[in-house]
């Protein structure tokens, strides 16, 4: 069959291979965040990867449910993957779990399908660890996740990053103040959202808004920056609505504060580009050197009552393979130990005794002659190799390689050499 | 601090990007911009200047590969890059029109079938005529637009009009303006974030001299 140009041997655009040092990496990074998350109390969640449609677009935003991946079962229903983890396990809380000892913390790790346009940082299938804290709807709720945000950061070992706090109610409130219908609320945000002072001063000459509204969501761009921001968003807030999105934050800011993490959090109230579910605290986290955010989180109190049962909920989700780009932690390549030939009887009890040594040890199933043992050990960045001779005399006597000249070892002498190689 | 990374358009806008820069303290040496070189430093060393492709100002800054960058809104419009935008940098100004032979003005396009609009804007061109009802194929071109309603390539043409001088002299003329243009300061969201003093004062100074001049206008 010729298979030259055939789709067969091609994966679609947006999706990846991982394998070797990558695969390694991804592994090492979900461990370490996992492991974060345990140390907090949250429990793992692993939700389905396709359910119906209906249920995965609950308050999804237009562009989203666009990105939807949906296919038809055979009974005729509209399926779709999932396209985050959140809504899931909004669904879980509401319709499994709405009668357990609130609140209920739990955490995922696990792929999403989103159909992206290919550009800066986008799959269209991507990995997602992540938490959601649900039955709180405190400002102690909010400064967890926003703390355990910034620890996550930390777990990454990154350095330079900060995590950008706003709250989507800051600029509804503001809006609310005027008569704008929805569309023309999505307009302002958008223009917001670009940083497009001259479209915002557009709009507010053609939609007629209030000057103070105006005021008010011209001066949204430059909300950012550490407390004094709260002080100025104060003055502008025109109603309680706004006003009460400036004293959530504050009492977020000074949790955090608290835990000594403050430094790497900056209060934004330009942060509204979001989920459409989200309804309070909105964030995004950035490293230094990656032009789009390695994670996103807010408040979502609606969401789980969509579902059939009232729960605020607040969370946030890493992505995985932006992690992988700017993190320094690298994974080890290769094993600790190859041994051969793999047909002789002392090469796999070696192979035995050394797992139990707590090597990594791979035997060599080709039955390789020594040296190209040894080729094959540096090519693959294995740290040692091991060749048990067979004859007569010292059967199973085994060679060290990678160690300049083959050298002949005694049963101790190799003992200690392996105990040595544990450290 | 590490230099700020700019994305400037190379051809007709680049002088007048540079000159904008100069006039906030970023000004190039006399010989860094001529000749082939793609990037260069200002002379105070906190700006590195990347000459693009217009069309991949917006590629370089989404990346964040530059910080910030100079590019139509035309163009990024086009381009459909999510970045930041907060000012217009009044030049380049010019306007995207419909435009195509005098005998088009009579005719209803929405009930023309088999209509073929040429443009070097393909995305914009499409969400206009699906937004305008206007059952049309789409021709992406790479230029010399206008020679494609001449030669019979396509009907209608979508493209950049600053006088007019070149459809006159090709005998089309505009059908209908479908948006207005200028120079745009566009800035990686990202870097906006991290390093949001440096970069807001750069737009706070770039907005004064862009409003004095407005005012000279």
Same mark, same amino acid.
């Given at each position: 069959?010729?298979?030259?140009g055939?789709?067969?041997?091609?994966?679609?655009?947006?999706?990846?291979?991982?394998?070797?040092?990558?695969?390694?990496?991804?592994?090492?990074?979900?461990?370490?965040?996992? *492991?974060?998350?345990?140390?907090?109390?949250?429990?793992?969640?692993?939700?389905?990867?396709?359910?119906?449609?209906?249920?995965?677009?609950?308050?999804a935003?237009?562009?989203?449910?666009?990105?939807?991946?949906?296919?038809?079962?055979?009974?005729?229903?509209?399926?779709?993957?999932?396209?985050?983890?959140?809504?899931?396990i909004?669904?879980?809380?509401?319709?499994?779990?709405?009668?357990q000892?609130?609140?209920?913390?739990?955490y995922?790790?696990?792929?999403?399908?989103?159909?992206?346009?290919?550009?800066?940082?986008?799959?269209?299938?991507?990995?997602?660890?992540?938490?959601?804290?649900?039955?709180?709807?405190?400002?102690?709720?909010?400064?967890e996740?926003?703390?355990?945000?910034?620890?996550?950061?930390?777990?990454?070992?990154?350095?330079?990053?900060?995590?950008?706090?706003?709250?989507?109610?800051?600029?509804?409130?503001?809006?609310?103040?005027?008569?704008?219908?929805?569309?023309?609320?999505?307009?302002?945000?958008?223009?917001?959202?670009?940083?497009?002072?001259?479209?915002?001063?557009?709009?507010?000459?053609?939609?007629?808004?209030?000057?103070?509204?105006?005021?008010?969501?011209?001066?949204?761009? *430059?909300?950012c920056?550490?407390t004094?921001?709260?002080?100025?968003?104060?003055?502008?807030?025109?109603?309680?609505?706004?006003?009460?999105?400036?004293?959530?934050?504050?009492?977020?800011?000074?949790?955090?504060?608290?835990?000594?993490?403050?430094?790497?959090?900056?209060?934004?109230?330009?942060?509204?580009?979001?989920?459409?579910?989200?309804?309070?605290?909105?964030?995004?986290?950035?490293?230094?050197?990656?032009?789009?955010?390695?994670?996103?989180?807010?408040?979502? $109190?609606?969401?789980?009552?969509?579902?059939?049962?009232?729960?605020p909920?607040?969370?946030?989700?890493? +992505?995985?393979?932006?992690?992988?780009?700017?993190?320094?932690?690298?994974?080890?390549?290769?094993?600790?130990?190859?041994?051969?030939p793999?047909?002789s009887?002392?090469?796999v009890?070696?192979?035995?005794?050394?797992?139990?040594?707590?090597?990594?040890?791979?035997?060599?199933?080709? $039955?390789?002659?020594?040296?190209?043992?040894m080729?094959?050990?540096?090519?693959?960045?294995?740290?040692?190799?091991?060749?048990?001779?067979?004859?007569?005399? +010292?059967?199973?006597?085994?060679?060290?390689?990678?160690?300049?000249?083959?050298?002949?070892?005694?049963?101790?002498?190799?003992?200690?050499?392996?105990?040595?190689?544990?450290? | 601090?590490?230099?700020?990374?700019?994305?400037?358009?190379?051809?007709?806008?680049?002088?007048?990007?540079?000159?904008?820069?100069?006039?906030?303290?970023?000004?190039?040496?006399?010989?860094?911009?001529?000749?082939?070189?793609?990037?260069?430093?200002?002379?105070?060393?906190?700006? *590195?200047?990347?000459?693009?492709?217009?069309?991949?100002?917006?590629?370089?800054?989404?990346?964040?590969?530059?910080?910030?960058?100079?590019?139509?809104?035309?163009?990024?419009?086009?381009?459909?890059?999510?970045?930041?935008?907060?000012?217009?940098?009044?030049?380049?100004?010019?306007?995207?029109?419909?435009?195509?032979?005098?005998?088009?003005?009579?005719?209803?396009?929405?009930?023309?079938?088999?209509?073929?609009?040429?443009?070097?804007?393909?995305?914009?061109?499409?969400?206009?005529?699906?937004?305008?009802?206007?059952?049309?194929?789409?021709?992406?071109?790479?230029?010399?637009?206008?020679?494609?309603?001449?030669?019979?390539?396509?009907?209608?043409?979508? $493209?950049?009009?600053?006088?007019?001088?070149?459809?006159?002299?090709?005998?089309?003329?505009?059908?209908?303006?479908?948006?207005?243009?200028?120079?745009?300061?566009?800035?990686?969201?990202?870097?906006?974030?991290?390093?949001?003093?440096?970069?807001?004062?750069?737009?706070?100074?770039?907005? *004064?001299?862009?409003?004095?001049?407005?005012?000279?206008?």
């Open positions: 069959m010729d298979l030259s055939a789709l067969v041997r091609q994966t679609p655009v947006g999706v990846a291979d991982l394998f070797y040092e990558q695969a390694a990496a991804k592994t090492m990074l979900e461990q370490r965040v996992q *492991h974060l998350f345990g140390d907090w109390g949250y429990a793992r969640i692993i939700p389905p990867t396709f359910e119906y449609f209906d249920t995965l677009s609950m308050q935003s237009p562009q989203l449910r666009q990105q939807l991946y949906r296919f038809v079962d055979r009974t005729g229903q509209m399926l779709a993957l999932r396209a985050d983890m959140t809504v899931p909004a669904r879980i809380a509401a319709t499994k779990l709405y009668d000892p609130r609140p209920l913390r739990f995922y790790v696990g792929n999403v399908f989103r159909h992206e346009e290919i550009q800066a940082g986008r799959h269209r299938e991507f990995s997602q660890a992540g938490v959601e804290l649900l039955g709180a709807g405190t400002a102690a709720a909010d400064a996740i926003v703390s355990l945000a910034i620890e996550t950061m930390v777990a990454l070992g990154l350095e330079e990053f900060q995590i950008n706090l706003g709250h989507v109610g800051y600029l509804q409130g503001i809006l609310s103040q005027s008569e704008l219908d929805e569309a023309a609320k999505a307009e302002v945000e958008r223009a917001v959202d670009q940083r497009s002072d001259a479209v915002i001063a557009e709009m507010a000459t053609g939609l007629g808004l209030p000057a103070e509204v105006v005021r008010a969501v011209r001066a949204i761009p *430059h909300l920056g550490g004094e921001v709260l002080e100025r968003a104060r003055e502008l807030a025109p109603n309680a609505a706004a006003m009460a999105a400036v004293e959530r934050l504050e009492a977020v800011h000074s949790q955090v504060q608290h835990q000594g993490l403050q430094e790497h959090l900056i209060l934004d109230l330009g942060e509204i580009r979001t989920m459409g579910y989200y309804t309070g605290i909105a964030f995004h986290g950035y490293a230094a050197g990656l032009g789009f955010p390695v994670c996103s989180g807010g408040r979502y $109190d609606d969401l789980v009552a969509s579902f059939g049962s009232d729960m909920a607040v969370g946030f989700a890493l +992505g995985i393979e932006r992690a992988m780009l700017v993190t320094k932690a690298r994974a080890r390549a290769g094993v600790d130990l190859i041994v051969g793999g047909s009887p002392a090469c009890q070696l192979a035995r005794r050394a797992r139990q040594a707590g090597l990594d040890v791979q035997v060599d199933v080709l $039955d390789r002659q020594p040296s190209e043992l080729a094959h050990a540096r090519a693959t960045q294995a740290r040692h190799a091991v060749y048990c001779r067979a004859g007569s005399a +010292g059967e199973g006597r085994p060679y060290l390689l990678l160690e300049g000249e083959p050298l002949s070892l005694s049963a101790d002498q190799l003992e200690r050499e392996l105990s040595s190689w544990t450290l | 601090m590490d230099p700020l990374t700019i994305a400037l358009p190379k051809g007709r806008m680049q002088d007048a990007a540079l000159d904008l820069f100069a006039s906030v303290g970023l000004g190039v040496a006399a010989d860094a911009a001529n000749g082939r070189r793609l990037v260069f430093a200002d002379r105070s060393g906190s700006a *590195h200047y990347v000459l693009a492709k217009p069309a991949d100002v917006p590629t370089y800054v989404e990346y964040g590969a530059a910080d910030l960058g100079v590019v139509g809104e035309d163009v990024l419009r086009e381009s459909g890059r999510h970045v930041y935008e907060p000012l217009r940098l009044g030049f380049g100004r010019c306007r995207l029109m419909l435009a195509g032979p005098p005998e088009a003005r009579d005719r209803n396009l929405r009930l023309d079938i088999g209509l073929r609009v040429a443009s070097k804007y393909p995305h914009l061109a499409q969400t206009y005529c699906l937004e305008q009802g206007i059952p049309a194929e789409i021709i992406p071109l790479n230029g010399s637009v206008e020679l494609a309603p001449t030669v019979g390539l396509a009907d209608l043409l979508v $493209d950049l009009v600053e006088t007019g001088t070149t459809l006159r002299e090709n005998g089309l003329v505009e059908l209908d303006l479908i948006m207005h243009s200028q120079a745009v300061l566009i800035v990686n969201r990202a870097s906006h974030k991290l390093r949001f003093g440096t970069i807001q004062d750069l737009i706070s100074r770039i907005a *004064h001299v862009v409003a004095t001049r407005e005012e000279q206008r």
